[in-house]
């Protein structure tokens, strides 16, 4: 786990649906170092996509965002978070369905819990519906399948509903 107070780079874990589509909404951020998309949350060591498609294992599709607070805060992360998927939709986006689809903030910190609640708050209070987001601390996180890193530079022209 990242030490928030002494290092110059910090972690940031989050889930919102399809990662192909999360992970290219922060990748381009100035003050982002990298992205990773994979699994996390959830019971089984090692899983695969075809595993975490089962949606028995737990785990989240996440993105896992290395970045420079001096560049980029973790509020402005959050907002990027809270703009690029429906946070009311619980374990969907879209057409995607199951709890690997679900939103979820994995906080690195007390503090990104703290920021991570006030952001929720200030969030909820400007839509109609109850947001489904969880906010739970960060445990393993593993790395999906090559084929899945940065999918949409590697296939111009694929889309998905993010």
Same mark, same amino acid.
């Given at each position: 786990?990242?030490?928030?107070?002494?290092?110059?780079?910090?972690?940031?874990?989050?889930?919102?649906?399809?990662?192909?589509?999360?992970?290219?909404?922060?990748?381009?951020?100035?003050?982002?170092?990298?992205?990773?998309?994979?699994?996390?949350?959830?019971?089984?060591? =090692?899983?695969?996509?075809?595993?975490?498609?089962?949606?028995?294992?737990?785990?989240?599709?996440?993105?896992?965002?290395?970045?420079?607070?001096?560049?980029?805060? =973790?509020?402005?992360?959050?907002?990027?978070?809270?703009?690029?998927?429906?946070?009311?939709?619980?374990?969907?986006?879209?057409?995607?369905?199951?709890?690997? =689809?679900?939103?979820?903030?994995?906080?690195?910190?007390?503090?990104?819990?703290?920021?991570?609640?006030?952001?929720?708050?200030?969030?909820?209070?400007?839509?109609?519906?109850?947001?489904?987001?969880?906010i739970t601390k960060a445990t393993l996180f593993y790395r999906a399948e090559?084929?899945?890193?940065? =999918?949409?530079?590697?296939?111009?022209?694929?889309?998905?509903?993010?």
């Amino acid at each position: 786990m990242v030490n928030h107070t002494k290092d110059k780079i910090h972690k940031a874990t989050f889930a919102a649906g399809c990662f192909w589509g999360v992970e290219a909404a922060f990748a381009e951020i100035t003050g982002v170092i990298s992205t990773q998309v994979g699994y996390t949350g959830g019971k089984t060591k =090692y899983p695969t996509y075809q595993e975490v498609c089962t949606d028995k294992t737990g785990h989240a599709e996440a993105v896992e965002v290395t970045f420079d607070p001096v560049k980029v805060s =973790y509020e402005k992360l959050l907002d990027i978070f809270w703009n690029c998927h429906d946070s009311t939709e619980m374990n969907a986006q879209g057409p995607d369905e199951g709890t690997q =689809y679900r939103s979820a903030i994995f906080y690195h910190s007390k503090t990104q819990q703290k920021e991570a609640e006030k952001s929720k708050q200030e969030w909820q209070r400007k839509l109609s519906k109850q947001m489904a987001t969880e906010i739970t601390k960060a445990t393993l996180f593993y790395r999906a399948e090559e084929y899945h890193q940065q =999918y949409f530079k590697k296939n111009k022209g694929v889309m998905c509903h993010v």
